[in-house]
């Protein structure tokens, strides 16, 4: 069996596990490790120092250092030099930062506040409850960046009061399912740091990069949104003056302004000190936590029991995504070693793909995995396999972070792993089925994939603000 | 029948530098690695990798060390956290000697002994190091706007390494120290605001140009680097004599070549950044002097060290004989470029 | 056993929120670069150091906490369709093969790799500062021995849920915001 061999079977090995379900940043140090054994495997330099030993050295001293010998082996330096480079990766350092002011703003008691007076405001909008809804979740998503908490807290204040209004259930269902999976794409998004650490595109580059898809989903969501309620009212009724009271202007303004523009006021400010080059990743991300703690504050919503969730669950899910890291970097640098990469490679340029039928293959396959799999795995474990192929397709890494962070939004969406539906179904009133939110998500999945078909159309939509903000590469 | 000659399998060494693959140093290690195939006429081989493939650039020492890379390519200064002494050999006090007289003091003027006694006999490392390669003075940098006075760099973020870093700290700026694959993005994520790396062609090939307009010459921060290679002793030593002398000595034989390669490269990379916009200076006499004056402070505070004294002593009577003499014997090289170019120096 | 199991929970998760609150200081001090750098033109010299330094020790004195309540992620989707004394036998044995090995390559060649640097006093190379790094490295031992005790305490957990039947979870914890509601949600459907 040839090294190349091997490194398939690791492969192999790892995906059996997975599907065992056991903790997978430990299957990837096991493996790794298992197999850097046998990749760095080297008597010579291993029982060296066995070797020298006197031969009238007493049993016990050679047993101990043949045992030694055993232990000499390089992987175990190599592993502890890449779980140092992870502890030591400053991109990441924006990782645990932007998931404290995440979880911050969820406790903020803002997402009522953002609802009410979004309600208030859009109310003469056809389908105003819908495009509340959909703002609300896309602008709270965007400060948490991260699903769940999003579509669960909307799932009980939003959804209860679109089908008081007599919405169509699965048309408020799909727009809070939609709404709450935005975070993971628009800036500054945990996904695209994470992508970031994982491939070496710069994050900056991969926020100005999905900023205008991000604002075009959202566009093509809110478009949507207004054109089914304008072509069928019956799905998305007026309020009446008891569900959504009018409000004269000046009110409606003093709303905005104490619930909507700080939150805007807050990300706008994070992510402009990122473009701009005023503050790395990390420091305005630190901004924004402390921009929240004030923010809840003000809001008398910041109670210690809060403050000590948060923490906790900052350094939970931190954890969880790092020791991720620390698996994978030492799975990927055992498994290109013995030369899996390169047998990848050349198997995929042996197919004589067009570079779309690559990129409809990828990004079918990480369709296809976001079923079983969560988006940090893929990110971290999967997306590092596609990327050593893009310069035989010519494809630029930052296209194709930002069209995966689009197809990840599906994942969220389509059975038989959608998160996001499941959430929702979770807190949703009885007469709610799953599907009628699988139906009511169906035209969200149908815009995700044209705005994906619109990026690969114009990459424009991709480069135009890196290249602006950064010089063209 | 005829005797089939089996030629015995290859020993294959992986080197790893501290470059980004797209860095012209690159193809400098390769002149060391065709070098060392070439002269042991197949029986070695060398796999050469970019910073990041086995470890970080910041981390070669202690991979050469753990032997999870056999030798690494690289300078000393990388590895200054772990003893300040590091940095002495190639990037300390700048006396008035070149990088070729520094590079002569390692050779013949004790610096080989100092740096063996640092690495094996102080620190107890796993190592034997060799420089080559004396490298032209480093530019002082990539400045997004013009700096002509020493209050124009206070409290600029500047990436530079070593005692350079300490050097320019107490100048007033404030100095990040990164491998040189991060300065780019670190200008675009806003780590830093100016930076020196090393050489034209080692700065345009990663893109210094797109980030900053104005790139300064001549400075008496790192003026006399080399760099180092790194191999792991045990696997040194278990080697046939005559490989252990191709894998020393190649390191003297690409020093030559790689000098004819930067002296080609970087020249005409000069020409190209001028001819895409780049504004070229020399750093200003008030600059200069002052990072002078801010040498003085730091050699005090560095010779507090027992080890450091010793080294900065000889390095000083190393630099006191032998520039008195290139200095006294050196033609005016000037006049003579005026002489044939006349009008294109702007000194 | 079941004390063990408690211990450890306890040990793991006393550790893990401790240095969770490295993450409002990393807050204050990044803020406090930012601010420093923009008032008054003085940019710190440890900013970056003190970062990194404060984000790797959280995410690994964390790593313990973690799999103590089970947040590490795993692909589940078939694991939570078997009954839990399947998913006790496959745990116990994928505990045993895939997890103490690398668990123990932490400890052990982490000592090496720390206490070397902690022989030469290691600072960072980052900045003139001289940030101190080998106590930083020494991290890599204390999370192993963490997770160490830890993994003890789920194969005594797999070993209980295969004698009894059902998972002893650890002690209620923080949740997140959406598991919280779900459940709240799942609690007044039952009611009604
Ligand atoms: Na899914
Ligand atoms: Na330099």
Redo the contacts with the bound molecule.
């Keep these: 069996m040839i090294d190349a061999h091997v490194a398939l079977m690791m492969l192999g090995i790892f995906i059996i596990l997975v599907f065992l379900g056991f903790p997978v940043a430990f299957t990837l140090m096991a493996l790794g490790i298992g197999f850097g054994y046998y990749a760095y495997f080297d008597d010579g330099r291993m029982w060296r120092a066995f070797n020298r030993l006197a031969e009238d050295s007493d049993t016990l001293t050679s047993a101990i250092t043949w045992f030694e010998g055993a232990f000499n082996n390089r992987i175990f330096d190599l592993f502890i030099n890449q779980t140092y480079t992870v502890m030591s990766n400053e991109v990441l350092t924006a990782v645990p930062l932007f998931l404290f002011m995440g979880y911050i703003v969820e406790r903020s008691n803002i997402v009522n506040r953002l609802f009410s007076t979004l309600n208030v405001a859009a109310r003469n909008i056809p389908g105003s409850l819908g495009v509340a809804a959909l703002v609300t979740c896309a602008l709270f998503a965007t400060a948490t960046g991260i699903v769940g908490a999003v579509v669960t807290l909307m799932g009980m204040l939003a959804l209860p009061a679109m089908l008081k209004a007599r919405y169509d259930k699965s048309f408020a269902a799909g727009i809070i399912c939609a709404g709450g999976t935005l975070g993971i794409l628009i800036p500054p998004s945990i996904m695209l740091i994470v992508y970031a650490a994982a491939s070496g595109v710069s994050i900056v580059r991969l926020y100005a990069g999905a900023l205008l898809p991000g604002l075009t989903l959202v566009g093509l969501y809110l478009l949507y949104i207004v054109c089914r309620s304008m072509l069928q009212p019956k799905a998305a009724p007026r309020p009446t003056k008891e569900e959504v009271p009018e409000v004269p202007l000046p009110k409606v303004l003093w709303m905005l302004a104490t619930s909507f523009f700080p939150l805007a006021f807050l990300i706008l400010s994070v992510l402009g000190s990122i473009l701009f080059g005023l503050a790395t990743p990390t420091e305005a991300a630190s901004i924004g936590a402390l921009g929240g703690i004030i923010l809840a504050a003000s809001y008398r919503a910041l109670t210690f029991d809060r403050l000590r969730e948060s923490v906790y669950l900052t350094v939970r899910t931190s954890a969880m995504v790092c020791w991720l890291f620390v698996g994978s970097y030492t799975f990927s640098s055992v498994f290109s070693y013995l030369g899996g990469e390169h047998v990848i490679s050349e198997f995929v340029s042996g197919l004589d793909l067009t570079p779309l039928q690559f990129l409809l293959l990828a990004q079918l396959i990480i369709f296809l995995l976001g079923w079983p799999l969560e988006w940090s795995e893929i990110i971290i474990i999967f997306v590092p396999i596609f990327l050593p192929l893009l310069p035989l397709f010519d494809i630029d890494p930052l296209f194709f972070g930002i069209l995966v962070a689009l197809n990840l939004q599906t994942s969220f969406l389509t059975p038989p792993m959608a998160m996001s539906a499941y959430y929702l179904k979770g807190v949703a009133p009885p007469g709610i089925l799953l599907t009628d939110i699988f139906k009511g998500i169906m035209p969200f999945l149908f815009m995700v994939i044209v705005s994906m078909v619109l990026m690969y159309t114009f990459p424009q939509i991709v480069f135009h603000l890196p290249d602006l903000f950064y010089g063209a590469r | 029948a005829p005797a089939v000659h089996a030629q015995p399998a290859p020993m294959v060494l992986k080197m790893q530098t501290s470059w980004p693959s797209s860095d012209i140093w690159m193809t400098f290690a390769q002149q060391y690695v065709d070098r060392v195939e070439a002269m042991s006429g197949g029986r070695l081989k060398i796999d050469l990798l970019p910073a990041g493939a086995v470890v970080a650039a910041f981390q070669v020492l202690d991979g050469v060390n753990d032997g999870v890379i056999d030798i690494a390519h690289s300078v000393p200064?990388y590895w200054y956290g772990k003893n300040k002494a590091a940095s002495l050999f190639g990037?300390g006090p700048v006396f008035g000697g070149s990088a070729t007289t520094m590079l002569s003091w390692y050779y013949a003027g004790g610096g080989q002994e100092f740096y063996r006694e640092l690495t094996q006999d102080v620190m107890g490392l796993d190592i034997v190091g060799r420089l080559g390669f004396p490298m032209p003075a480093?530019p002082f940098?990539w400045f997004k706007k013009q700096v002509n006075a020493v209050s124009d760099i206070e409290g600029l973020k500047y990436r530079?390494?070593g005692l350079?870093a300490d050097l320019l700290q107490s100048m007033g700026m404030s100095v990040a120290q990164l491998p040189g694959g991060e300065i780019v993005p670190a200008m675009e994520r806003g780590v830093i605001d100016a930076f020196?790396?090393?050489n034209p062609s080692s700065d345009m090939r990663f893109g210094a140009q797109d980030v900053a307009k104005n790139y300064y010459l001549s400075s008496y921060?790192?003026a006399s680097?080399s760099f180092e290679f790194l191999f792991n002793k045990g696997l040194l030593e278990d080697m046939d004599p005559d490989l252990q002398a191709i894998l020393l000595h190649s390191v003297e034989a690409a020093s030559t070549s790689n000098t004819a390669l930067a002296m080609d490269n970087y020249s005409a990379d000069l020409q190209k950044l001028q001819d895409e916009g780049v504004e070229v200076h020399r750093t200003s006499k008030d600059i200069l002097a002052a990072q002078l004056e801010a040498w003085d402070k730091l050699i005090p505070t560095l010779e507090e060290d027992s080890f450091m004294k010793r080294v900065l002593d000889s390095q000083r009577a190393w630099v006191e004989r032998v520039t008195y003499y290139e200095l006294m014997n050196s033609p005016d090289y000037q006049l003579a470029y005026e002489h044939y170019f006349p009008g294109k120096l702007k000194l | 056993m079941i004390r063990f199991i408690e211990f450890a929970d306890k040990l793991s998760a006393w550790f893990g929120k401790a240095f969770g609150w490295l993450i409002i200081l990393m807050t204050l001090g990044m803020s406090y670069e930012v601010a420093s750098r923009y008032l008054f033109n003085a940019p710190t010299t440890w900013s970056l150091d003190v970062s990194f330094i404060m984000y790797g020790t959280m995410f690994m004195m964390g790593g313990a906490y973690t799999l103590s309540r089970g947040g590490h992620v795993r692909g589940d989707f078939l694991y939570r369709l078997w009954k839990p004394r399947t998913q006790g036998m496959v745990d116990l044995v994928l505990y045993l093969f895939f997890f103490f090995p690398g668990v123990i390559a932490l400890i052990f060649s982490g000592w090496k790799y720390a206490a070397r640097s902690w022989g030469y006093g290691e600072v960072s190379v980052n900045s003139p500062a001289g940030v101190p790094i080998f106590q930083f490295k020494a991290v890599i031992v204390a999370a192993g021995i963490l997770l160490f005790i830890q993994g003890i305490a789920q194969v005594m957990r797999c070993i209980m849920c295969i004698r009894e039947g059902y998972w002893r979870n650890a002690e209620d914890d923080v949740q997140e915001t959406e598991e919280l509601l779900m459940k709240q949600g799942v609690a007044k459907s039952d009611g009604s």
């Design positions: 200064v990037t480093q940098g530079t390494v350079a020196e790396f090393n921060h790192q680097e």
